[in-house]
């Protein structure tokens, strides 16, 4: 009986549907909080201005809880994520690896691993430095000089996260609803797709790590897609990676 089960419990329901459910619902609260951070809560905290004690308030109640929930939510996507490709049968099989869906969310897979690893690699190791700042400055304590540098650290990770989400999210859905998915795409051109994107992914990764010339500078260099007027340059810059993401698909990631 167990052998012929089909049910939500065996493993092709798992790893197609219930493992991908899980999958999306950890995402959705992790990219959630994601444009929370960057679109909502930066902004909002910028706009205090002198009203530091008020501002050290929001950090410590409001951030501190959302960042538990940020944090977990993107192990909990990450860990999803691997069960699927372990659950579901014969996962990579069929040429994965040479054919435009498997090229596609294996790009998308890269993307979303470098920014489960920002997150507890550089913002949450860092927001741990701002959110003991603010705590130990309304416990009466001195505030601590390292905490500002923090803070820029983790809003460079958080809005190059930001940035690649867009892109990330594209190449997930292509493999299960992109008509070329299912192309096998020539050596040549998948050699010329990897080495493009990866070099790119890599410029503005060691960017958001502060590895570049400018380092943590505001509006210095490839800073500049994180800082200016409000939230305009993240969201044009994530788009626009998209943008070139995407006509480089249609470039390469076609039937040989």
């Known amino acids: 009986m167990l052998a012929e089960y089909t049910g939500f419990f065996s493993r092709v329901s798992l790893g197609g549907f ?22 909502v809560q930066v902004p909002a905290f910028a706009a205090f201005g002198d009203e530091a004690r008020a501002r050290n308030i929001a950090i410590d109640k409001v951030a501190r ?4 929930w940020f944090r977990w939510a993107a192990v909990s996507t990450f860990v999803t994520g691997i069960l699927i490709t372990i659950v579901t049968p014969d996962y990579f099989s ?30 949450w190791r860092n927001q741990k430095v701002v959110l003991a700042n603010a705590a130990n400055v309304l416990g009466g304590g001195e505030a601590d000089p390292n905490a500002a540098a923090a803070g820029r650290k983790a809003v460079m990770a958080s809005r190059q996260n930001a940035i690649f989400s867009v892109s990330m999210l594209f190449f997930m859905v292509f493999k299960g609803h992109s008509p070329r998915a299912a192309g096998q795409v020539a ?27 400018w380092k943590t500078q505001a509006n210095k260099g490839l800073n500049v897609l994180y800082d200016g007027k409000g939230v305009r340059n993240p969201i044009i810059a994530a788009f626009g990676l ?7 698909a249609e470039i390469f990631l076609k039937a040989a």
């Not at 069929?94 to 920002?118: Q, T, V």
């Not at 994107?197 to 890599?202: L, R």
């Not at 990764?205 to 590895?211: F, R, S």
């Not at 998209?242 to 480089?248: C, H």
Request: proline fraction near 1%.
């Open 187 to 213: 050596s040549g051109s998948m050699g010329a797709f990897w080495g493009i994107t990866i070099v790119i992914v890599a410029i503005l990764e060691l960017n958001a790590l502060g590895l570049m010339p």
């Open 65 to 68: 809880k959302a960042l538990w």
């Open 242 to 248: 998209w943008a070139v993401m995407m006509i480089l």
């Open 18 to 39: 219930g493992f991908r459910w899980l999958h999306i619902l950890a995402g959705i609260m992790w990219i959630g909080l994601l444009y929370y951070f960057n679109f």
């Open 94 to 123: 069929n040429d994965f690896g040479k054919s435009a869906g498997g090229i596609a969310i294996s790009l998308g897979m890269l993307l979303g691993i470098i920014m489960m690893l920002n997150v507890w690699g550089v913002i």
